[in-house]
């Protein structure tokens, strides 16, 4: 914000942020085993390459789930930011 030669946003800010809190949702507990078992069971046998793909999914249920009202290129850039 203090650079204005960067052309940062506020959505990129609150992006970075939001991808700072949850880039890990992706490590259950007992790590492998929850996300080789656990979670290819609980996604209809959907598997994830890394805990950060996993992690954006997860991110993306929640606020589905829970009807946050967020603003779509918000929640795209977060999930982009956490495949990063």
């Known amino acids: ?10 959505l990129d800010v609150q ?11 992706g490590h ?14 609980r996604c209809h046998g959907q598997q994830f390459n890394t805990h950060e793909e996993m ?10 789930d829970n009807n946050i009202d967020i603003d779509a290129d918000l929640v795209g850039k977060t999930q982009r930011l956490i495949l990063s």
């Open 28 to 41: 259950g507990p007992f790590s492998h085993l929850f996300e080789n078992e656990f979670m290819s069971r």
């Open 55 to 64: 992690s954006g999914k997860m991110f993306e249920y929640l606020i589905d």
């Open 15 to 25: 992006a970075v942020e939001l991808a700072g809190l949850c880039h890990d949702l």
């Open 1 to 10: 914000r203090n650079q204005p030669d960067l052309d940062i946003d506020v």
